[in-house]
Every structure is written in structure tokens, then in C-alpha cells.
């Protein structure tokens, strides 16, 4: 099992959710802070979300996370590739 695997399956799905849209997991971890997702664009300016290990509500806190993937705007290699047209 790879590290990072986190032990809700709530946040883990919004981890994985995360990695798709090509957020990267940094494992500067430390007290409450499980992982650091950082968003594709690698500068200051990039969204950066913490990863609680043990958040109160995982489902809450899951959503938040990919509230904040949705709400990136600096995610392009999804376009690039092209979506899947149907
Ligand atoms: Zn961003």
C-alpha cells in the first residue's frame, strides 16, 4: 500500500479526486496535518489544501477539498489531453 494512503475512505476518495486533476501530494506532514495536496500550479500562487489525518467530519472535510479542486483554475492538463467525448 502506498504511503499517503489515508485511513477514511471519504478523504481518500477526494485525495484520489485531487491527483486526477493533477494535484500533487507533498507528505510535509506534522501534528494534526496528514499531507499537503498543492495544486498544479507550482508557484505561491497555487492552491494548497491540509490534509487532516483525523478531521472531525471526514465527509466535510473531503467535500471541501474537492470544492477547492473544482474551484482551481489552474489545472490544464485535462484539456490538453482532451476529455473523453462521447
Ligand atoms: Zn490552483
Known amino acids: 500500500m502506498p504511503r499517503g494512503t489515508h485511513p477514511k475512505k471519504e478523504v481518500r476518495d477526494a485525495v484520489e479526486y485531487a491527483k486526477e486533476h493533477g494535484w500533487r501530494v507533498a507528505e510535509a506532514g506534522g501534528g494534526h496535518v496528514f499531507c499537503t495536496l498543492l495544486c498544479p500550479l507550482k508557484s505561491r500562487e497555487g492552491h494548497r489544501f491540509f490534509v487532516h489525518s483525523t478531521p472531525q467530519n471526514p465527509g466535510n472535510h473531503a467535500k471541501?477539498?474537492?470544492?477547492?479542486v473544482d474551484k482551481c483554475e489552474h489545472n490544464d492538463n485535462?484539456?490538453?489531453?482532451?476529455?473523453?467525448?462521447?
Open 78 to 86: 485535462q484539456n490538453q489531453q482532451g476529455e473523453e467525448e462521447p
Open 64 to 68: 471541501r477539498l474537492k470544492d477547492l
